[in-house]
């Protein structure tokens, strides 16, 4: 496993600009020759079927019988899926932009992570899964140390570790109620009344606080995090939610920098209706504990707002007393060029907790001193994470930071950004605001159905993409997604296009 792993390592570099060219449509970047220093797969996308092809359709059929295959689209082979190549099980090679909802730092295979999976010493740490937070095992200790809290967020001292997007922002919340609760009476003591009435589910012991979050905004779908999602009713229909503020997000309007007087007033705005609801809520009852809030509303459509807005909203939480949570799950690891998005802001002080998983392989949210319980079992579940994962992390920031993975990020950013507008000054009748940070980037499609379409396009000539919002198309590519790759799905995703009328 290991030694097939490692030969797209060794493959010659060669320009495959040659052969796009012959097809016309697909010129629209030059790829340039790749260095024989980069690890890299191989050529490029390999189609031999439609997608899902004929071996998908039968296994879908067969798990079909098992549980809901409605969102499946395709099956896979990971044992021959390379770097930013996925492999289908029907032999279909696909340039991969999308990497299982940006959750693939380096590649897939990555030799330096097979190896680490293929040493005697980290057997123990796959066969035995430890319940974290009663058994931790002894190089648990060292390896936060060395993976996660090497990449801390600035004054965040402490890390909780966990198991995926969503139970992260979900025992954050619940720290941000402790936390909160311990401020109001002073002490974090409960009164006897407060425990007995806990348990039925009635105040004081369960008081009436609130998480304020923002139209458009994605923290998961288990039921706290959901009364904070807002993007498709698909996700909360039927289900019970709680009373809990939501502000509107900044709607900016592209380009930039010709609406800077516009979309200031509308970020006032909307930073207006932020304190409103704070005061309201408070009146209601209902007072404020946290607000949280993604530096790139990601599900919901790609919606940026300026470093300002981020920074004056620091400052009505400290204002009002709220603890700011910064949902970094699928911005943070590195994507927008700085390991955290929210780097971008220039806060000394940016957050109170922030929230990750996805690139960053576990779940988990850093926080601060003071969010920490000062009794056992309060932020608690069986398995706390999983070992295997932070064992993995380690090698992965060493990988982004010897192979300077972020800067490569920053280079091919640039390119997708820039291909992206010219795109969308080639095909004005169907693309429209280009944005993007590093290789985090999206652009609107005219509508929903087309952008579907584009899609399942774009995927049958050999490119992976996936949709946000109402009619975006997300970037998400892994952090090895050199500039050749950038070229190259320019190219493909051009082609595509240009079959729409």
């Not at 996308?45 to 969102?71: D, F, I, Y």
């Amino acid at each position: 496993m290991l030694n097939s792993a490692l030969t797209w390592r060794s493959v010659l570099s060669l320009r495959v600009s040659s052969r796009l060219s012959a097809q016309g449509t697909r010129q629209i970047s030059q790829v340039p020759l790749k260095n024989l220093n980069e690890d890299f797969e191989c050529e490029g996308p390999c189609m031999r079927t439609e997608v899902p092809g004929p071996k998908s359709k039968a296994l879908q059929k067969q798990l079909g019988e098992m549980q809901s295959v409605m969102s499946v689209n395709f099956f896979c082979d990971y044992e021959k899926s390379r770097g930013n190549y996925l492999v289908d099980v029907d032999g279909n090679r696909m340039l991969d932009v999308y990497t299982q909802i940006a959750s693939i730092p380096i590649g897939y295979n990555h030799p330096a992570l097979i190896k680490v999976m293929m040493n005697p010493q980290n057997m123990s740490t796959l066969v035995n899964r430890s319940a974290l937070g009663m058994l931790p095992p002894k190089e648990f200790t060292g390896k936060l140390g060395e993976g996660l809290l090497s990449v801390a967020p600035k004054g965040l001292s402490r890390v909780q570790t966990m198991a995926c997007g969503s139970c992260s922002n979900e025992n954050a919340y619940k720290s941000i109620f402790i936390w909160y609760r311990t401020k109001q009476r002073g002490h974090s003591d409960p009164t006897p009344e407060e425990s007995t009435t806990s348990v039925i589910n009635q105040a004081p012991g369960c008081p009436d606080l609130s998480i304020l979050s923002f139209m458009g905004g994605f923290h998961g779908r288990t039921l706290g995090c959901l009364a904070t999602t807002h993007t498709k009713a698909i996700q909360k229909l039927d289900v019970p939610s709680f009373d809990w503020p939501i502000a509107p997000f900044p709607r900016l309007r592209y380009p930039l920098e010709q609406y800077e007087r516009e979309n200031a007033q509308e970020e006032s705005r909307c930073l207006e209706e932020v304190e409103d609801l704070i005061t309201k809520w408070a009146l209601k009852g209902k007072p404020v504990a946290g607000i949280v809030i993604e530096p790139i509303q990601a599900e919901g459509g790609d919606n940026h707002a300026s470093p300002e807005f981020f920074r004056k909203l620091r400052g009505i939480t400290k204002k009002h007393g709220c603890a700011f949570l910064v949902d970094e799950v699928q911005t943070g690891g590195g994507a927008t060029g700085k390991f955290w998005a929210h780097e971008h802001w220039g806060l000394g002080d940016p957050a109170d907790i922030v929230s990750f998983s996805k690139k960053m392989l576990t779940g988990g949210f850093y926080y601060k001193d003071s969010f920490q319980p000062d009794k056992p079992m309060r932020i608690f579940n069986t398995w706390m994470g999983d070992h295997t994962r932070n064992v993995l992390l380690s090698e992965v920031l060493r990988v982004i930071k010897t192979e300077n993975l972020l800067e490569e990020v920053k280079q091919s950013g640039k390119v997708m950004l820039q291909g992206l507008y010219e795109l969308q000054e080639k095909y004005p009748h169907l693309l429209s605001k280009a944005r993007g940070l590093g290789t985090f980037c999206a652009i609107d499609v005219k509508d929903e159905d087309t952008r579907n379409k584009l899609i399942i396009k774009a995927r049958n000539k050999g490119v992976v993409l996936g949709g946000c919002g109402d009619r975006s198309i997300r970037f998400r590519p892994a952090l090895v997604f050199k500039r050749h790759h950038t070229h190259l799905f320019l190219n493909i995703f051009n082609e595509a296009l240009a079959e729409f009328k």
